[in-house]
Every structure is written in C-alpha cells, then in structure tokens.
C-alpha cells in the first residue's frame, strides 16, 4: 500500500489538528481514500461530497468494497491513503482515526441489530446518555409517533415484523441526533414489495429529521428510492457520483450502463465526433465522460438502448420479432430481435399481449444517445 497521503491533485497534503479549511456545503467529504488488507486494495482514490441533509447511497456488486467505506466512515475501519471529514472535522487520514463512540454517527445494519430482551421503547432509548429518563422517554415516544409504531411500544422484538424491526433500528439510530446516519444493506432482509413501501418511508423519516445519511446498496432500486446523490463503486474505485437520473441517462462507462438500469448495446460506429451510425439509424450522441470524448470518426462503439427509448407501435414500418416476454402484472418487458439479430427491450402495457415469435411494431424515442469504445 501507499505511504504518502495525497491530494486531487496528486500532491503530499499535510495534516495539521483535527480539521482543515473545506467548502462549508461539503459536509460529510471523502477525499482520495484508499483502504487495503493483507497488501491487497480494496478501495482506490474515492472522493466524494456530501451535503447537509442529503441521503447519499453507495451502490455496487457484493465484494466491489462499498461496505468496506461505510465502515470507513463509522470508524469501524482504518484509511491508508486520504481523508474523511464531518462538518470540517477530521475523522480519518493516513495514522489517525477517530474512535467510532467520538464520531456521532448513528448506523443501521442489515440484521437489526436490536437488543432480543428489551422492548421497543428501550431499544430506541438504549443510546440517550445524555438525556435526562423524562427526556429520553419523550424523545423515544416523539420517534415511535414518527415511525408508526404507537400502540407497540412495549412488544419485543421477537413479537414484531421484518418491517416493524426496521423501523425500530432507524428510531434507534436517530434518537441521539446523529450528525451522520450510515444504514448497511438496510431492506436486504426484506421483501420485494416491502422493501419498496419502507424505502419510501425511510427516505421520509430521515428528511424529517433533517439528517446527513449514506447507505449502501446492490439493489438500484433501493437506491433510486432512497438516495439524492449516488455513487457507483466498481471494483474499489468510484466509477460514478450524481443523481439517479445522471447516473441512468448520462452513465460515463459501460459497467455504470449495465449495471444500474435495464438495456442493450447495438453495435455502432462514429459517423462524426458528435454522430453515430448504427442499424436503427443515425443519432447525435451525447458526451459523460473523457472515454466518451474522445471518440473520432471510424471508431467502433457501443450504444446504450434502454427499454423506454423504444415505444411499442403496430403502426410503425419498423418492426422486431418477440423472443422472450416478463410479465410484471401492468406491463410486460419483451426482448426483441431485429433482422440482423441485434436485441432491444420494451416495455409495453400488459393489454398489448404479443407471442412468442411475433413481429410486432416499434419506434424510436431516444433522448440519451450514449456511446462507449
């Protein structure tokens, strides 16, 4: 591993005290982070910012290291390389970490992690030190009232929901007033369709509160559902950081593509530096990344479809033949072949039911054009 914390730019930086000058909108700041194990890298030069009373979310395949920086950040985990800093104080760099109980910072785990003999009440007023027993009684109660438990606060954990338990971890988490909170795989133990419903009522929970909060994730709608700001890690390294709708429609690589949303690649090659040719058509292409930007004319590329760039017409000349067909209750998702055996997805409303083999009609309605090497 490095022995030389660095800066952006690649320079030495010099740390002096607990805390160093930051722009004051940075509130929770990953500076060039590097983690290793064993003279193994397990992260590599992460940056990110977050600010006051954002939801950030860390989103990755199992083993890309996305826990690994959480844990970072609660203190859990020792950096070699960089900083990380709350409200412009030092948490960690190269030789100093902050003790996790020092940190302020409320998490909440995949299992729970809820006290199996205390009920409810006393699980979210296990933290409050700090408060008087009135005061800490009123603030377990205001968060009961907050999460939607009121009439259950003296069952125990055992008596309650995968939900329910959830819910009673946030509390957990929020009472003390945390300046930052860190939720681990948060809804992995949970339904598809519960998992939707809490997210929503996480996200609303933690905007309430007006609480810094990072989570991680694989599930990209978990992600969607939850976070302002997302970063995609890709084997130890940020790959990308930006809004959901960025990150979908903008992605700068083709792992971001693939990973996060549905779609295809057509082959395609570079007309012009700013036009592709491909077997659908002609489409002026958008710029995310440097990979992007320097294409040239000749190159061989790839160009992300995704499925609402195609609309289901059976009045159109254009026409692909059904090869698989998901049904999903209000839509169905096809896969297309087209004549030269390329493949799209669309979905179509759940009354259009096409067979197998079908030749069905489609447009295009393409507004992102991304292409990659």
Same mark, same amino acid.
């Given at each position: ?80 390389? %960089?900083? #990380? @800093?709350?409200?412009?104080? +030092?948490?960690?760099?190269?030789? &100093?970490?902050?003790?996790? *109980?020092?940190? =302020? ?125 997302? %970063?995609? #890690? @890709?084997?130890?390294?940020? +790959?990308?950081?930006?809004?959901? &709708?960025?990150?979908?429609? *903008?992605?700068? =690589? ?120």
């Amino acid at each position: 591993m490095k022995n030389l914390t660095k800066s952006n730019h690649g320079q030495p930086m010099s740390y002096s005290g607990d805390s160093i000058n930051q722009n004051d909108d940075h509130y929770l700041s990953v500076d060039n982070v590097s983690i290793g194990f064993d003279e193994r890298e397990i992260l590599s030069n992460i940056s990110f910012q977050l600010q006051r009373g954002d939801i950030g979310c860390l989103l990755g395949p199992s083993g890309c290291g996305k826990t690994t920086l959480l844990r970072s950040i609660a203190g859990f985990e020792s950096v070699d390389d %960089g900083m #990380i @800093q709350l409200n412009a104080k +030092a948490l960690s760099h190269q030789g &100093y970490i902050l003790p996790a *109980e020092q940190r =302020n910072i409320g998490m909440v785990f995949q299992d729970y992690a809820l006290f199996s003999h205390l009920n409810v009440i006393d699980n979210i007023a296990f933290g409050l030190h700090r408060f008087s027993k009135t005061q800490a009684l009123t603030r377990a109660n205001d968060l009961i009232a907050r999460i939607g438990l009121v009439g259950k606060e003296h069952k125990m954990p055992h008596e309650l929901s995968g939900g329910e338990q959830q819910r009673v971890a946030l509390a957990r988490a929020l009472a003390p007033e945390p300046q930052l909170l860190l939720l681990d795989e948060p809804f992995s133990n949970l339904d598809v369709e519960l998992r939707e419903t809490l997210s929503r009522d996480v996200r609303d929970i933690i905007k309430q509160s007006n609480t810094t909060a990072l989570m991680v994730t694989h599930d990209q709608h978990e992600a969607f559902a939850m976070a302002d700001s997302i %970063g995609v #890690i @890709q084997s130890g390294r940020l +790959a990308q950081w930006g809004s959901a &709708y960025t990150i979908y429609h *903008e992605p700068v =690589n083709a792992f971001v593509a693939d990973f996060v949303g549905q779609g295809v690649f057509l082959e395609g090659q570079m007309r012009s530096a700013s036009e592709v040719n491909t077997t659908l058509g002609c489409f002026e292409r958008e710029i995310a990344s440097a990979e992007q930007d320097s294409l040239v004319t000749g190159d061989k590329v790839k160009v992300l479809i995704r499925p609402d760039d195609i609309i289901h017409d059976d009045d159109s000349e254009l026409t692909a033949r059904v090869i698989t067909r998901d049904f999903r209750g209000a839509e169905f998702l096809y896969t297309l072949a087209l004549a030269n055996g390329e493949e799209l997805l669309v979905m179509v409303p759940s009354h259009h039911n096409h067979a197998i083999n079908e030749q069905i009609g489609i447009r295009l309605e393409i507004d992102h054009v991304v292409v990659f090497k």
